[in-house]
């Protein structure tokens, strides 16, 4: 019998969810509503169109085939009803009808479903300060504030820009505003790291200098106190000082919008998201809820998770419309994936981050390996930095993070072990991970089998390793004297460190380090560095094998120290 | 007990197995022995040595930190002793020991071990034509034959080469003779495909495309009885002609380099193989085996397989070491992956291809997607094609395929499915797969998720599909007039066609079809086609709700006929 479908959201999920949901039952009837006018866009791509990269708004709503995914797109293409400017103000589960208002005309009249989906989305999290709502001060919240902000800085009204929160949005702004339209930028984040929960502390310091080497300015551990200007935005108060801005975007995150399912008396979570089982049903079975207004179980932690990502609700979009027509299609969860371009840089992750897991509470170690993405005799070649987060005991593996160059190798690799997360691979799965291998896309050992068995070496306790961090620390503290900085790289390397630092850095290349054991100090500790970290593992075992066990191994090596931008020659 | 392990090969797996051995076991010794005077070199680096993008053959046997793997550095660096020019004659296995024979010296002596490992690899087979020894024959052998190749070239002797066998390295060769060296070049390939086993009939098509593109010449069917010239190679014979050639490599494949290990008495198989267990033993327990001289089970297939890759010997080759070193490594077996850069395209799979899979008494079929590898908004984008093999009755996947631009996109894809080939996946897990998204490097809906959505429709009976070379069987018989090619697309993109194939081409966009029902012939089986079989597919499902069923769907549109070569506007 055919149905009548009404969606409220006509965004990423509601059209997916409709559009599957009528090639199963074309005969069915759909209704979405949305409060915008500007429907069906690629919200993701906003940050491409502040650039330029993406010339009009309309091409963010446009099929791959350019045809606008507007009313008549939706009605002629797809058999789908839409009513745009409509707002859902409440749902009447007893009798089955949703209370719509035309925000036109005023005018409220009543739409009754069968199955109704909420397809509401995230607003962006307020700031509550001062002066927040100053001409001049955006969020990055849809179409039409993208508009509004592009129009802004076309016109040539912005000089300085000031972008709140370090997350992956704010970064793509900031490189939106910087590379394209040579706009002064700062980012201010409150914690003490770029994009807080998706990346470790160390490979956050590398994207951090990468941008800092693009001139953007990175304030880490500020507060923005309040806004301040007579009309429009002129300046930002800090904890620790003024900063002129003349556009201010507020990218501190976002929030569900579950108002609607909440007074409804659905099922809502105390961080506000809907609730929802493996079918994408609500607490009552005729209502189904995805994308960013809905919490998915975490199938690496077990808990519910929280991922307003465009991929993630098209997806569950078509898992709803293959159930709204009688099917028995289940979202299986998530491992929480992401990437994010900044710059020259290429960003992925997946899963825990080591920081994220031990605030989950596990014990958990992280390996870190750089190496060339492709075979290092081939010509063109960069470095890639991931990290590998693992439990110690199991030596499950639950999360892998990367920096790379620009380009899909970085994202590649986190895609390869996003896809296994959810069967519990250890670390040993990931040495033997069967990569395609050639020349001009990866090593003969990839870095990521490389990652898997550095991994074990650790937990094995035979590679003893510090990070970054830890060594800028044991650097800082060099005056003491109870460590040696032992380089085992050749001697050209090692040569500018040892004639700077003559009375802690010490040259012994890996090969000679047989010969020359006697040179070895036995009475300190010796942190042991080589370009990337292969040679100076190699030369931890050999210094094992000789009884001289107080050594600690540089992660990374100098390659990750000059990322970090911690250049000691 | 320290103990005394000898090596026999040194070039991938060998120096890979004695390695992680020593850093196991650093008391213990390992004698490594080689025919050979290069050792350790990259042996898949060779074609990127004869293009010239590799300039020096040492940098093949260079570690990343341009130290070269020779016997000095093996002894310093890891201290390993190796032999080379030395050839093993015979093992014996129950007194434990290896007799030797120096190759400059002629003497023969015995190496006594308590634990041996075979990495004796793989040699071309060779092609029993008349001409086969003549004078400017090559092999790409090892580096021996790749420095001959490329004095040869570059001292200016090379006009015209030829490639007998299209499997990826003869595409190798043939792109660095064609593109570097300005060499006519014309591969002759014995079976109807390139690159045959590893992609299917229709990818291969599209690699064909594009060489011929490249101004390589292809032949198909095509098989060399013999090479004529006086005393250098002047000419191929045929069985259909006559190409003039001043320049042979014969890449028809290789073969297990097992004699030894037969001549021991060694379990080895039907194809050559040496047989061995998970932990890489061979039917002896002291003796270990790996790389191209052995055969590991397929894990799609469950039967054994052969996969000669530098990437398969080094993650065996640490297995060895390890279990050498008294542990418990195991190999888990091969889903067989792949990629390969032939000129601007990258191609790369994994698991069975639709013929292999047939081949091996499979039920099963493939669904193709041809979309832009990024947001489609997204200024730098090209097209990219999957094709995944799926078992008809389980839903379970089978392989994967992909033709794409040069990058690391469509790899990425393949190995985010090859790493869970192994866990048995289906279509809704490929459909489901979480991967990280961001415009700059992949779509919101990834092509791997449409992939395996559309799959799905195809297992379900909604999407009725043709290949192109269906297609191109129904194109010709066009004139029996039982068939009308239906245009989905924009009247502008239909036009040409419609002008110039009246008769059988006939225009209805998608978006006008159910306004135009009238107009849909309904005598006549239906061809539907779009760009990319997107929007045909939902004319199908449309026309079937009209009670029209006689449709199928061109997979891949005509972005796919123009991939072919079949152009026909």
Redesign the interface.
């Known amino acids: 019998m055919p149905q009548n479908i009404v969606v409220i959201g006509a965004v990423?999920l509601g059209p997916?969810a409709a559009c599957r949901f009528k090639?199963?039952e074309?005969?069915s009837k759909v209704v979405m509503v949305d409060r915008d006018d500007i429907i069906s866009y690629?919200g993701?791509?906003i940050p491409?169109f502040i650039s330029g990269?993406?010339s009009d708004p309309s091409?963010?709503q446009?099929?791959?085939?350019h045809?606008l995914r507007d009313k008549t797109?939706f009605k002629?293409?797809?058999?789908i009803d839409i009513l745009t400017k409509t707002e859902a103000l409440n749902i009447n589960r007893r009798e089955k009808y949703v209370v719509i208002k035309n925000l036109d005309t005023r005018e409220e009249s009543t739409l009754p479903y069968d199955k109704l989906v909420l397809a509401t989305g995230s607003r962006p999290k307020r700031l509550d300060i001062p002066g927040i709502d100053l001409d001049g001060v955006f969020a990055v919240s849809n179409m039409n504030a993208a508009i509004a902000i592009k129009d802004r800085i076309s016109s040539g009204q912005v000089e300085k820009a000031l972008v709140i929160g370090g997350g992956?949005i704010g970064l793509e702004m900031a490189e939106a505003l910087t590379d394209m339209w040579g706009i002064e930028t700062t980012v201010v984040e409150i914690t003490d790291q770029l994009l807080p929960g998706l990346i470790s502390r160390n490979l956050a310091q590398i994207v951090k200098h990468h941008m800092e080497e693009k001139e953007v300015s990175i304030l880490l551990e500020e507060r923005v106190e309040r806004l301040e200007g007579s009309d429009r935005v002129e300046r930002a108060v800090t904890a620790s000082g003024t900063l002129d801005a003349d556009l201010v975007i507020v990218s501190v995150g976002v929030e569900p919008n579950s108002d609607l399912a909440r007074a409804a008396g659905l099922d809502v979570s105390p961080k506000g998201a809907i609730v929802v089982n493996s079918k994408m049903q609500t607490s009552d079975q005729d209502i189904y809820a995805g994308g960013d207004c809905v919490e998915v179980i975490n199938l690496i932690s077990g808990k519910p998770g929280y991922y307003p990502?465009?991929?993630?609700?098209?997806?569950q979009g078509?898992?709803i419309g293959t159930n709204l027509a009688g099917g028995h299609?289940e979202?299986?969860g998530?491992?929480g994936?992401?990437?994010?371009?900044v710059f020259d840089l290429?960003i992925?992750?997946?899963g825990l981050s080591i920081e994220t897991a031990r605030r989950e509470g596990l014990d958990a170690i992280s390996a870190l390996v750089i190496?060339?993405?492709r075979?290092?005799?081939?010509?063109e070649k960069d470095l890639m930095t991931l990290e590998l987060v693992v439990e110690k005991t199991s030596g499950r593996v639950l999360g892998i993070q990367g920096v790379g160059p620009?380009?899909?190798?970085t994202?590649?690799?986190?895609?390869?072990?996003?896809?296994?997360l959810k069967?519990k691979p250890t670390v040993?799965d990931i040495?033997?991970?069967?990569?395609?291998?050639?020349?001009?896309?990866?090593a003969?050992?990839?870095i990521l089998?490389a990652l898997g068995?550095t991994a074990e070496n650790i937990l094995a306790g035979?590679n003893r390793v510090v990070d970054v961090d830890e060594f800028d620390e044991l650097w800082k503290q060099r005056e003491r004297g109870d460590v040696v900085f032992l380089d085992c790289?050749?001697w050209g390397n090692a040569e500018p460190f040892v004639n700077k630092y003559a009375q802690h850095w010490k040259s012994i290349p890996?090969?000679?380090l047989?010969?020359r054991m006697a040179e070895v100090p036995r009475d300190k500790k010796l942190v042991l560095i080589?370009?990337?970290g292969?040679?100076s593992y190699?030369a931890q075992?050999?210094l094992d094998?000789m009884g001289i066990t107080d050594s600690c191994n540089l992660q990374g090596g100098v390659a990750c120290l000059k990322k970090w931008g911690l250049d000691l020659a």
């Open positions: 990423a997916k090639r199963l074309p005969e690629g993701c791509g491409y990269d993406v091409h963010l446009e099929t791959s085939f045809m797109f002629d293409a797809k058999d992956f990502l465009g991929s993630m609700a098209n997806r078509r898992i299609a979202f299986p998530a491992v994936s992401l990437v994010v371009k290429s992925a992750a997946t190496q060339f993405d075979a290092h005799f081939y010509p620009m380009g899909e190798g994202v590649g690799r986190i895609n390869a072990v996003a896809s296994i069967y040993e040495g033997n991970l069967e990569l395609a291998y050639s020349p001009p896309f990866s003969a050992m990839d089998n068995n035979k790289r050749g890996q090969d000679e047989r010969a080589c370009n990337t292969v040679r190699e075992v050999t094998e």
